[in-house]
């Protein structure tokens, strides 16, 4: 009964290199959410998805920052041309609708290092 | 947006001994929920604790219980009998309208 599984666990990019963050939820989970955690931060809500939809991204960047969840495969969370200021912990939550007090988990985290 | 207070940015506590963790928020949303997780110095994220905003008796897991107050938008998070284990940051986060909202957390000590 695996959790929700982020990898890689750790990244390093230098400037402007593109960086691919994976999440596969929990079995039987619909929803994905992702979030960004900045050092001695709290998490900040990025962008909600359900399979092949965008619900909510009212938390993602404008540029360079996009995110998916196919029919098939993993959520991936895509930022390209990475600058220092995107160096954070991302973490993937998932559940089985939009939520619910015991079924959302969250994966282990991204901790994404540009240099 | 909501807003999240918790408004002790570190704590420490003797081990064995009980602890509150406050938690303001703002909404406007009549249905929400509310959760607590820690995080410890490892960084994942671990789910302790959930009350939904009709719930009438105060949720607890175990160790952990919510001083839910409603009409005062207050979440508390009571740890009793404090472990060295427990020594982590705690994040607030209501959630309503599909999206979880954290606070900036709380840094907890346990002192032997």
């Known amino acids: 009964n695996a959790g929700v599984m982020q990898n890689p666990r750790h990244l390093v990019r230098r400037r402007g290199q593109e960086a691919r963050l994976r999440c596969s939820p929990m079995?039987?989970?619909?929803?994905v959410y992702w979030y960004r955690q900045l050092p001695e931060e709290g998490l900040k809500f990025m962008v909600y998805?359900?399979?092949?939809?965008?619900?909510?991204e009212s938390g993602m960047p404008k540029e360079r920052f996009s995110a998916e969840f196919p029919k098939e495969g993993p959520s991936i969370l895509r930022i390209q041309q990475v600058v220092r200021g995107d160096s954070a912990a991302y973490f993937c939550?998932?559940?089985?609708?939009?939520?619910?007090?015991?079924?959302?988990?969250f994966g282990e985290g991204s901790w994404l290092t540009v240099v | 947006a909501q807003k999240i207070t918790q408004t002790q940015p570190g704590m420490f506590v003797q081990e064995k001994e009980a602890v509150t963790l406050d938690c303001t928020y703002d909404?406007?949303?009549?249905?929400?929920?509310l959760f607590w997780y820690k995080q410890p110095s490892s960084g994942e994220m671990i789910f302790l604790i959930y009350?939904?905003?009709?719930?009438?008796q105060n949720a607890t897991e175990g160790r952990y219980s919510l001083n839910f107050q409603k009409a005062r938008k207050s979440a508390n998070l009571v740890i009793s009998a404090s472990q060295l284990g427990d020594s982590a940051m705690y994040f607030c986060?209501?959630?309503?309208?599909?999206?979880?909202?954290f606070g900036t957390g709380t840094s907890l000590t346990v002192i032997p």
């Open positions: 939550a998932s559940s089985t609708w939009e939520y619910s007090g015991n079924t959302i988990y």
């Open positions: 986060a209501p959630a309503a309208s599909n999206q979880f909202y």
């Open positions: 909404t406007s949303d009549q249905s929400y929920g």
């Open positions: 009350q939904g905003s009709y719930d009438e």
């Open positions: 998805l359900q399979k092949e939809n965008i619900i909510d």
């Open positions: 079995k039987g989970h619909s929803h």
